[in-house]
């Protein structure tokens, strides 16, 4: 059984989606950008952008009952890979142990640095 999951306190999605899905005892959420919660670009540095795109995931998982601090998988697409130790820092911070798995890929991101989707589970 699926169930989607929305939440006025993340932005909101840019088409015909949801923010996420529980599937089982998993989240599976929309790539997430520096966006507020009326879809207006945030943040004008790196880590200003990563910290707005973390926040909107932690406020889909508190909708779906979970925590990003319970994310088992990061999907992260960068524009500039040089943001990688950064990329590194913040979500070491963020998340604490265990760290979830990771893809980390360059792309081409239009007006913005950054983009994360998760998984992530509702329990321990």
Partial sequence: MRRSVQTADAA??????AQGQI???LLFTAGQGPFD???NR???????QLEATLDNLEHIARAAGTGLGRAVRLGVFLRDLADFPTL????ARRLGEPLPVRTT???ALNG???EIDAVIALRD
């Fill in 105 to 107: 890929v360059p792309a």
């Fill in 12 to 17: 909101p999605p840019a088409g015909p989606y």
């Fill in 37 to 39: 919660a009326q879809g």
């Fill in 42 to 48: 945030v943040g004008t540095t790196f880590v200003e």
């Fill in 88 to 91: 590194n820092e913040v979500l």
């Fill in 23 to 25: 599937v089982g005892d």
């Fill in 112 to 114: 913005f640095d950054v």
